[in-house]
């Protein structure tokens, strides 16, 4: 059973229509928010029970709840071919995480990559965060909306994407072109290293193009969630941009 925690992660449960068998909210309680999240699950029909804060504590494993916690069932990882194949029209972008193992990161690399208009996240099995309660609060509902694919093989992985279409574009500090001259194909795939590894050497060789992040101070990289944050909505503005149309151009015609 999973146990979510916190104000927003209970709340986009709630509108996501997520099963849930029942939420806790602590005793003394209050506000517009949380009035909001009780009247969502009564219409819901989820059982709503007022338990002293202290019960909370230990069923969330921390104080850090904001006063509401729902019991409902595990998160379920999507199937990767459905991911890939069935609804590849519907996701322009998939990002993949090479190895990040702080549970903070990928929540917050959730929320974002969701954010920036995301389809799906991969992510691999082993030496790697996956979702948990923590995951959940700091994806701030935004993993009720973004399937997340867990795989064996990252390099298999992409191999396929590649084989649907998809453009793999990875996010190296050696990458020979600026995150914002590149010029990205559709469908995209963004690849994300691990804390303070960056992507592994034959990750790396399966991208078709690797980018960077120009640093001006004398740190050589970025937390790898605010570096997903810079790259994802530069690529949501591209594609932006693309929408429009291009303006008035004019041509210059040269002796």
Not at 122 to 130: L, M, S
Not at 154 to 169: D, M, Q
Request: aromatic share 4%; glycine share 10%; proline share 5%.
């Amino acid at each position: 059973m999973a146990i979510l925690s916190g104000i927003h992660p209970v709340a986009e449960a709630l509108r996501a229509k997520r099963p849930l068998e029942r939420i806790l909210v602590a005793q003394g309680a209050g506000g517009p928010r949380m009035q909001e999240i009780i009247d969502m699950a009564r219409r819901a029909a989820v059982p709503v029970r007022f338990e002293p804060r202290g019960a909370l504590d230990r069923l969330a494993g921390s104080a850090a709840h904001q006063g509401v916690v729902a019991m409902g069932a595990a998160n379920k990882y999507a199937d990767f071919e459905a991911v890939v194949s069935s609804q590849l029209a519907a996701l322009p972008l998939i990002v993949v995480l090479d190895g990040v193992e702080d549970p903070h990161n990928l929540g917050a690399i959730i929320r974002t990559a969701h954010a920036a208009g995301a389809g799906a996240m991969i992510i691999p099995e082993r030496r790697a965060a996956g979702v948990t309660d923590v995951v959940a609060k700091a994806a701030a509902g935004a993993l009720e909306y973004l399937p997340i694919t867990r795989v064996t093989n990252i390099n298999r992985a992409l191999e396929e994407l590649k084989e649907k279409g998809y453009w793999i574009y990875g996010l190296d500090e050696r990458g020979t072109e600026t995150y914002d001259q590149a010029d990205y194909a559709a469908p995209t795939a963004f690849v994300l290293g691990g804390e303070g590894k960056g992507l592994h050497e034959q990750v790396r060789k399966h991208c078709d193009v690797l980018v960077r992040i120009p640093m001006a101070g004398k740190i050589s990289s970025l937390n790898v969630s605010v570096a997903a944050g810079v790259v994802l909505f530069e690529w949501k503005r591209r594609v932006a941009a693309r929408a429009m149309g291009p303006a008035e151009s004019t041509t210059t015609i040269r002796a």
